[in-house]
């Protein structure tokens, strides 16, 4: 058993640039995370937006938590915007979305983020990494309520 700082670091060591030969195992986990943590946006939605996502996949800065050879979870970004972090069903709960998230805040100043209201659980995930709420909004595609949240290493700095 290593101490916390040497899991983060063998953790952060799993962590790569997306290929393209990872994209179907991404849009899986994206679909996948999607329909299961949004249950209140119908399915057909994630599933008629999976080709046009698989498409920005390979224009987005993203990486990918890679074990044993397997992708368990990855973090698309758009400058210092995050389209999302997603990790596999039963990779959940394991530090791999934190980790991800610590991978990224190490490369930038400021990151934001839209989060549906209803998905507590991301939400306070974000909460807990030094995310604020800047806006409630309602997303135009979903028609759901959702935060603008924003992080900056300035206000995390003491």
């Not at 758009?78 to 596999?88: L, N, T």
């Not at 807990?128 to 909004?137: K, N, Q, V, W």
Request: net charge negative.
């Amino acid at each position: 058993m290593g101490t916390e700082s040497q899991i983060e670091s063998q953790m952060k060591n799993q962590i790569r640039h997306l290929q393209e030969d990872d994209i179907d195992a991404v849009a899986k986990i994206w679909l996948d995370t999607n329909m299961e943590a949004h249950f209140f946006v119908p399915a057909e939605y994630w599933e008629g937006n999976l080709a046009l996502v698989k498409e920005m996949f390979l224009q987005a800065e993203m990486y990918v938590y890679e074990e044993n050879g397997e992708i368990l979870g990855f973090i698309g970004l758009d400058q210092s915007y995050i389209a999302g972090i997603f990790v596999r069903k039963g990779a959940q709960s394991r530090g791999i979305g934190k980790a991800l998230l610590d991978f990224v805040k190490e490369r930038k100043a400021e990151l934001a983020l839209h989060v549906y209201q209803k998905n507590e659980k991301a939400v306070r995930f974000y909460l807990r990494e030094g995310f604020r709420i800047r806006r409630e909004m309602t997303d135009e595609d979903t028609r759901e309520e959702e935060y603008l949240m924003e992080w900056s290493k300035e206000t995390t700095v003491c």
